[in-house]
């Protein structure tokens, strides 16, 4: 946990340049030894080259035939003697087939070309293709296995040289148990540095959360706290006041303490919620109804301001299975979050409309907004759009987040549409029931 805390204050920056340079060190030190392991496989296949044109020297000489057509070619061309297109062909093909039965024995499966050619001139004398451009392969591949031929033309007057294509793609697949594992393993180091960071990110901004949320619930919690206090004192020190005054004390005193006994509800809700244990009494309801009863406290206080709320509801169908309190405290949220982000004079409008069996209800406002970087992030508990001052808006950063676990609960959901100084539309959905329906739901 210490060591998590100390973590959390390094700069993101340093810990991705970290990573980086991490794993470019990790793929730096891979490389090379797979490249080490290409070469050890080039050297090794030069060797089985020359295996390959030994036992090709040894397979011509032990066939009678096929020797008898090589030198009889060789001979012709030694002399300068016509050569016609079947001794050609008999001797190339001949070639191909030493050269392909040879090669499988030794386990290389490449496509190649070949050629015949004279040790003192290296002249070409028979080769599988028209025009060579790289001699000095057959040169060097065969400079340790000469095919020696016996008879008038005397040994090692003339070599055979093959140039096998596609080598580095053999390499790769006698290294690919090295290529495979340095993949994996750079994979998963990535993944897992990946998580670390998100982990990390994730711990720093839950630590901001936190803080805020401490912050938030300390303010909120001081002032009704401040003036119950303050009312009792006042309340205490009046020997001869009327009646009717010590009333009124008394009504803001169990105000206050009503609002500080919504804060602490609101808080053990959402924890109820979260452990899907706080009960739920559902009931076939008009929400029209219920949504002009729990804009009643947020009205006066909106025209206190000379603002309005004007209401649109146009569902002709307006019933549905709710917990009514809750509902309210839905609806109740979100004019509440509409009036504090809305300059005064504030002007709400609440419509609603039916779409597919189902309920639309709006809350439109001509706020401050929302910018689009935040929009996915104010539904989060105890997340609070940034204003400048923290404590200008009230509120501990769970009434939005509040609204969507109770709509999930309901069967609903809720998103939103805003821009930016233009004002936040929050659209909530939520199924129709039937208003000839009398079952009560309760869970």
């Known amino acids: 946990m210490k060591l998590l805390k100390h973590l959390v204050r390094i700069p993101l920056s340093s810990i991705i340049l970290l990573v980086i340079f991490a ?21 090794a296949f030069q060797f089985k080259t020359n295996d390959i044109l030994l036992e090709i020297h040894h397979s011509v000489e032990d066939d009678s035939l096929a020797s008898a057509i090589l030198i009889n070619y060789l001979w012709h061309k030694e002399k300068g003697k016509d050569i016609d297109d079947k001794l050609r062909d008999n001797a190339l093909k001949l070639l191909q087939h030493k050269i392909d039965s040879v090669s499988l024995e030794f386990g290389v499966d490449l496509p190649f070309n070949y050629a015949i050619f004279h040790t003192t001139g290296g002249e070409f004398v028979l080769s599988s293709i028209d025009k060579i451009k790289e001699p000095e392969k057959y040169y060097k591949q065969s400079i340790k296995a000469g095919w020696r031929i016996k008879g008038t033309l005397g040994e090692g007057k003339y070599r055979i040289g093959i ?10 697949q006698q290294t690919k148990f090295i290529l495979v594992i340095s993949i994996i393993l750079i994979s998963l180091l990535s993944f897992s540095f990946y998580v670390v960071i998100s982990s ?22 001081k002032t009704p706290i401040f003036s119950v206090s303050l009312l009792h004192n006042v309340i205490d020190k009046m020997n001869g006041e009327t009646p009717a005054k010590v009333k009124k004390y008394l009504r803001l005193l169990q105000n206050e303490n009503q609002k500080l006994k919504e804060r602490v509800e609101k808080v053990l809700d959402i924890t109820l919620m979260e452990n899907e244990s706080l009960p739920l009494d559902f009931e076939k309801t008009d929400v029209h109804q219920l949504i002009r009863e729990a804009c009643q406290l947020i009205e006066f206080l909106i025209e206190q301001q000379n603002g309005t709320i004007k209401y649109d509801l146009q569902a002709s169908n307006s019933y549905c299975l709710v917990d009514q309190v809750h509902f309210k405290g839905i609806i109740y949220n979100l004019v509440d979050n509409a009036r504090k982000y809305t300059p005064e004079p504030a002007q709400i409008e609440i419509y609603s409309k039916n779409q597919d069996q189902k309920i639309i209800i709006g809350v439109r406002d001509n706020g401050i907004g929302i910018e689009k970087s935040q929009i996915e992030k104010i539904f989060d508990k105890f997340y609070r759009v940034p204003t400048g001052d923290l404590h200008k808006v009230k509120g501990l950063g769970l009434g939005l987040s509040y ?14 549409q805003s821009k930016y100084m233009q004002g936040s539309e ?10 000839d329906e009398t079952k009560n739901i309760t869970s």
Do not use: C
């Not at 794993?23 to 050297?43: A, D, E, M, P, R």
């Not at 140039?163 to 790769?172: D, G, I, R, T, V």
């Not at 909530?428 to 208003?435: A, F, G, T």
């Open 23 to 43: 794993l470019f060190s990790l793929t730096v030190i891979q490389g090379y030894l797979l490249y080490v392991q290409i070469n050890v496989q080039k050297k």
């Open 163 to 172: 140039n096998f294509k596609n080598e580095f793609l053999y390499f790769l």
């Open 200 to 221: 990390w990110r994730r711990q720093k901004q839950l630590a901001e959360l936190k803080n805020d949320f401490i912050n938030n619930l300390t303010h909120e919690l």
């Open 403 to 416: 609204v969507k676990m109770m709509l999930e609960a309901h069967h609903g959901k809720i998103w939103i």
């Open 426 to 435: 929050f659209i909530i959905e939520m199924p129709n029931s039937d208003k």
